[in-house]
């Protein structure tokens, strides 16, 4: 088995020790950071598979994902930007009554390193909390929502729409896997993505 294959299966098996010792033993043979990463996002396929299946239940699902966010972990340093220019502040969350949180970290690191500062408000974020945090800190020209449940679209749209109705000009991005590029426009966003990567190059698209 490969090094690779080996941090597939151990996020799959929640091994949250294991995970990053072998992130950085793969890293040490020489692949790629994103390739590792691609790795894992694979991995929570597989879980979310065997969830719905009934092979696997909710605490399996919650320690395969404390075993990836070690993992990636080791892979922040790695894929940060080099911090010389600054396209202002992007406030990240995941909205209310979601807990998802890996895909909205690894869009929060992949805008951070298309050269943003963060700041990241959790999971479980309410409509008027991202128009707080706007308030409160400086240079905030983005905000980013992320969603994971076609239960939780309507606090996406919710969110949205109160962010745009006290900042219409500032540039709202969302994502999350039930988004379509169709409910992005339909709620108001100005941007929407399908993964980190793409997240970064839109934000970037969005303020310059
Ligand atoms: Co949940 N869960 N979960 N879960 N979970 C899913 C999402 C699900 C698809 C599993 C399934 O049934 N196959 C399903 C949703 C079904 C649906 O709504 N259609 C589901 C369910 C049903 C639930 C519960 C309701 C289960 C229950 O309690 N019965 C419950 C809900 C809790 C809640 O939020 N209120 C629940 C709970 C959990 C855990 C807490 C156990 C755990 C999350 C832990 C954590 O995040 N810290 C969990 C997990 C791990 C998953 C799966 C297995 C993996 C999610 C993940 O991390 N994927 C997931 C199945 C799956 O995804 N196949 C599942 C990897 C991650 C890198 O991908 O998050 O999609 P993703 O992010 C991508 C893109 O979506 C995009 O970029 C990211 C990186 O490329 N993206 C954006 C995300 N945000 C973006 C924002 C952007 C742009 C792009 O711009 C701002």
Redesign the pocket.
């Known amino acids: 088995m490969s090094k690779i294959e080996e941090v597939k299966a151990k996020v799959e098996a929640g091994k949250s020790k294991l995970v990053p010792v072998l992130v950085q033993e793969a890293l040490d043979e020489g692949s790629a950071p994103a390739e590792i990463l691609q790795a894992m996002?694979d991995s929570?396929?597989v879980?979310?598979?065997k969830?719905?299946s009934g092979e696997i239940f909710?605490p399996e699902?919650?320690i395969?994902?404390k075993a990836m966010?070690k993992g990636v972990e080791v892979l922040k340093p790695l894929m940060a930007g080099d911090g010389s220019a600054s396209l202002g502040t992007c406030v990240?969350g995941t909205v209310a009554?979601?807990?998802?949180?890996?895909?909205?970290n690894?869009?929060s690191m992949m805008i951070e390193s298309a050269g943003f500062d963060m700041v990241d408000l959790g999971v479980d974020v309410p409509a008027d909390t991202f128009v707080q945090a706007v308030k409160d800190n400086a240079n905030v020209k983005l905000v980013?929502?992320?969603g994971?449940?076609?239960?939780t679209m309507p606090a996406l749209k919710e969110a949205v729409q109160t962010i745009k109705t006290a900042y219409p000009d500032l540039k709202v991005?969302?994502?999350?896997?039930?988004v379509t590029p169709e409910y992005a426009t339909e709620v108001g966003a100005d941007g929407y993505?399908?993964?980190?990567g793409s997240?970064a190059v839109k934000a970037k698209e969005l303020v310059t």
Do not use: E, N, R
């Open positions: 996002v929570m396929g879980v979310g598979d969830f719905s909710v699902m919650l395969a994902a966010s990240i009554g979601d807990l998802h949180d890996i895909g909205k690894l869009v980013a929502c992320s994971l449940l076609t239960t991005i969302v994502g999350g896997a039930p993505a399908p993964d980190a997240a």
